[in-house]
């Protein structure tokens, strides 16, 4: 494991970086720490996904969480072939943080992200939100992620697809079969896979 902490005359990158071998693949890790250390927010980035996102996106969510509402953030980046992400999504942020009862946890995913995060919701029961953006939602994930949805007994998970994005007809199937208070769907308009618009 490399772990590369960022000096602190640049306010504008990650407080530490953590890089670790997955199988075939290497995953970066990306915290921003805020006043709040019992007060996480995870980002699982979609698939090839780094842990920056175009434009510096989730460096900029992160660094907004801690300013805003005092969380903080660590980021983490996706990839094919890896399996147990999740799982070592969770050793990384255990090596970091002490996590007990007392510790907030919230979770967002983009795709890949969010497929793998939603698979995993019943593993990490600390996780108490979701926030799913776009998870693909295909024939040979399909169940699982309706399954684990069914299952979820914390505050709220939320799924959020694009209006023009390939699973939005999934999404509305999982909107009529999940029918549980903290489970939601949301369709946003005009909003392709990326949210590019």
Do not use: W
Request: hydrophobic fraction near 40%.
């Amino acid at each position: 494991m490399e772990t590369y902490e960022q000096s602190p005359e640049n306010t504008m990158d990650f407080d530490k970086i953590v890089s670790c071998q997955a199988g075939e693949a290497q995953l970066d890790y990306g915290f921003v720490f805020g006043p709040n250390r019992q007060k996480i927010f995870l980002i699982k980035t979609g698939q090839g996904g780094s842990i920056y996102g175009y434009e510096n996106k989730y460096l900029k969510l992160a660094i907004n969480l801690r300013d805003l509402y005092g969380f903080s953030t660590l980021c983490a980046s996706t990839q094919t072939g890896s399996t147990n992400q999740i799982e070592q999504l969770f050793q990384v942020l255990k090596q970091e943080f002490k996590i007990d009862k007392e510790t907030t946890i919230y979770f967002m995913g983009m795709s890949k992200g969010a497929a793998l995060g939603c698979l995993a919701s019943a593993l990490f029961p600390q996780i108490r939100r979701f926030l799913l953006i776009n998870p693909p939602l295909m024939f040979n994930n399909m169940v699982e992620i309706f399954q684990a949805s069914k299952q979820f007994s914390g505050a709220m998970m939320h799924f959020v697809f694009g209006a023009l994005d390939p699973s939005v007809h999934s999404a509305h199937l999982l909107q009529k079969l999940c029918k549980k208070e903290n489970v939601r769907v949301t369709v946003v308009p005009e909003q392709d896979h990326n949210f590019s618009k």
